[in-house]
């Protein structure tokens, strides 16, 4: 059986302290909190595979959900050990040994010009049908909210994204990351390694929702995604192509639907 490291979140702080000089019409010397970075660099039997600029809180969820997103792995089942290795200044290594042979998914150039690793569309099975009325609308109105009010380490530092796993009715897991790739994949490496069932969950995040993240959680058979930003173009045509319901826009006062499967209830 996978042990999964001792992650210590509590003791984890994402904040550091720093001097700045804002100027609103005059110069005025300040101390703000910028958000933590860090780096995750994931080996693959021993082998260097990517390095992730991160916060570092919950390296071993991150590395296995940013592994599983990309198509190196499978299942849990595919890993037979995970060490985190705590490097101090510089950075963190998440070390896996895997019992199966490595794919290497295909890299995209994001804007940052950083890069994100896609799978295949040809790879990726259409998600299945989810209880019909299973979402309220008015309910993930709410959570949208809660998800902001959750958001203390953005208003502190305005330098990260956040991202839920929520029921029909409760947020059930709730992370946050400098990017919005990087807390979407902490969620899903997390259900991963916990082997949670996703049939009938709900990703709410925030951030654009780019065709990369729709394929994330169509891989992770989520059958629901929603965020606070808007959608691509690409993004609405891969969740209408694989059955996702799909989101934007979404706050207390209302939402964009860009895809109903069916499982999404609307007031008439």
């Known amino acids: 059986m996978l042990v999964i490291p001792q992650q210590e979140p509590e003791a984890h702080d994402d904040r550091r302290e720093i001097h700045i000089v804002e100027y609103t019409g005059k110069p005025v010397s300040r101390t703000i ?17 990517v390095r992730l600029a991160c916060t570092g809180k919950y390296p071993a969820y991150l590395a296995v959900g ?3 997103s990309c198509g190196v792995i499978e299942s849990a089942a595919d890993i037979d050990g995970l060490d985190i290795v705590n490097n101090g200044e510089e950075g963190l290594e998440a070390r896996l040994r895997l019992n199966r042979s490595l794919t290497l998914p295909t890299r ?10 896609q799978m295949p569309k040809a790879t990726m ?16 109105m709410r959570l949208s909210g809660e998800l902001e009010e959750r958001a ?20 059930l897991l709730y992370r946050e990351d400098i990017g919005r790739h990087n807390a979407i994949d902490t969620l899903v ?25 729709v394929q994330k959680v169509v891989r992770a058979r989520i059958p629901v995604l929603a965020s606070t930003a808007a959608a691509t173009s690409i993004a609405v045509e891969n969740a209408r192509a694989f059955g996702l319901t799909l989101m934007g826009k979404t706050s207390p006062k209302g939402m964009w639907i860009y895809n109903n499967t069916g499982c999404l209830r609307v007031s008439s």
């Open 152 to 171: 203390n380490l953005y208003h502190i530092t305005r330098g990260c994204h956040n991202s839920s796993l929520c029921s029909n009715d409760t947020m």
């Open 66 to 68: 940013f592994l599983f």
């Open 33 to 49: 909190f910028a958000i933590r970075e860090t780096s995750l660099h994931i080996f693959i039997n021993d082998l260097p595979f």
């Open 189 to 213: 490496g997390q259900c991963l390694l916990e082997e949670r069932d996703t049939s009938a969950v709900m990703i709410l995040s925030t951030g654009r929702i780019a065709s990369e993240i």
């Open 108 to 117: 995209t150039v994001t804007s940052g010009l950083g890069s994100t690793f």
């Open 125 to 140: 099975a259409p998600l299945p049908p989810a209880p019909k009325d299973y979402f309220e609308a008015e309910t993930i």
